[in-house]
């Protein structure tokens, strides 16, 4: 079993700023990629950020210079800072991870955290 947990949604101003978290748990042997994917409503669920290792990022072009993701190897942890948030971020943030478990390759999602970006 393998869980994916996220943390730092909530309620911001525009122009603040969020730190998102999700943590990977359970029966890792390797993690190849994690990354940050959002729904808003009535949207399709779309990329935001992905992260291979610290220098192999990609970005949605609407975060790009204002988000930045990064991971921790030894926590099995990636994070998204959000800076200069604007009311079209609002949405749910889910964030998965491309591992092996020891038996196959997977994907797998965490449950989503609430961002709410108000003007």
């Known amino acids: 079993q393998v869980q994916l947990v996220e943390s730092g949604g909530g309620l911001v101003q525009s122009g603040g700023s969020l730190r998102l978290s999700c943590a990977a748990s359970?029966?890792?042997?390797?993690?190849?990629?994690m990354g940050w994917y959002r729904q808003a409503p009535g949207k399709e669920r779309e990329l935001v950020a992905r992260i291979i290792s610290g220098s192999n990022t990609n970005y949605a072009d609407s975060v790009k210079g204002r988000f930045t993701i990064s991971r921790d190897n030894a926590k099995n942890t990636v994070y998204l800072q959000m800076n200069s948030l604007k009311v079209e971020d609002t949405a749910v943030y889910y964030c998965n991870a491309d591992l092996h478990n020891g038996y196959y390759h997977a994907r797998y999602w965490g449950q989503g955290t609430q961002v709410t970006v108000s003007s």
């Open positions: 359970g029966s890792i042997f390797s993690i190849d990629a």
